[in-house]
């Protein structure tokens, strides 16, 4: 986030926390529901832990008391430092903030490059040249701009990634279909049954 709009930034997206619903995804008006199962709730656990000691914590939510059993995980937003502190992707109600100044841009975009990731990129700019210098320094499969990062349509939204994020086809995109097609080939050696694959080659003349 630009430092000059940072804090308020922050603000919001600390006070959008609070108007999160957590619980069972099957309800409408849940917001968030369990991540995919035990093992990734724990490494999320971790990760929190290690943000904890290395990081700004800004807001954590807690948990209501239907989702204390499963693998439920409550939002979370960290300030950091650099992208660098960041060693994996983490799939999880976690974001993390960098706070960076508009002459340091290429520094940042920099390392954006140096995670080798590359699925989607999110821009949020009103100025259109700065938007598609973003767009065009990076190797990323989606980049959406000034709206939701999340939610690819398929045919309309070809979903796909770069670099570690590579997916191969996109779905919905051109070479989707080949994807789901299985090739089988047949060789025979004719010889092998009494055949003379030579007599095959002669012409009638």
């Known amino acids: 986030v630009q430092d000059d709009v940072a804090d308020g930034m922050i603000d919001m997206l600390a006070g959008a926390m609070d108007a999160l619903s957590l619980g069972d ?6 917001d968030v529901g369990p991540v995919i199962d035990d093992a990734a709730c724990a490494m999320l656990g971790a990760h929190v832990a290690r943000m ?9 939510c807690t948990l209501p008391d239907g989702c204390r059993k499963g693998s439920f995980f409550a939002p979370h937003l ?19 903030v960098v706070r960076y100044r508009p002459e340091d841009l290429p520094r ?25 210098e973003i767009h065009n320094a990076l190797d990323v499969g989606n980049t959406y ?20 994020s590579g997916t191969g086809p996109k779905a919905g995109g051109p070479h989707y279909l080949y994807r789901f097609a299985t ?16 007599l095959f080659c002669l012409s009638e003349d």
């Open 25 to 30: 995804p099957m309800d409408l008006a849940t």
């Open 183 to 198: 090739e089988k080939t047949l060789t025979v050696n004719t010889a092998a049954t009494g055949g003379n694959a030579a």
């Open 145 to 164: 701009v000034n709206r939701n990062m999340v939610g690819a349509v398929v045919g309309v939204q070809p979903f796909g990634g770069q670099g570690l």
């Open 78 to 96: 960290f300030e950091i430092d650099s992208l660098d502190q960041l060693e994996r992707e983490v799939f999880g109600p976690i974001l993390h």
């Open 108 to 132: 940042v975009l920099d390392a954006i490059r140096r995670t080798r990731y590359g699925l989607t990129l999110g821009i949020h700019s009103r100025i259109e040249a700065r938007a598609a």
């Open 52 to 60: 904890n000691r290395e990081a700004r914590l800004i807001k954590a």
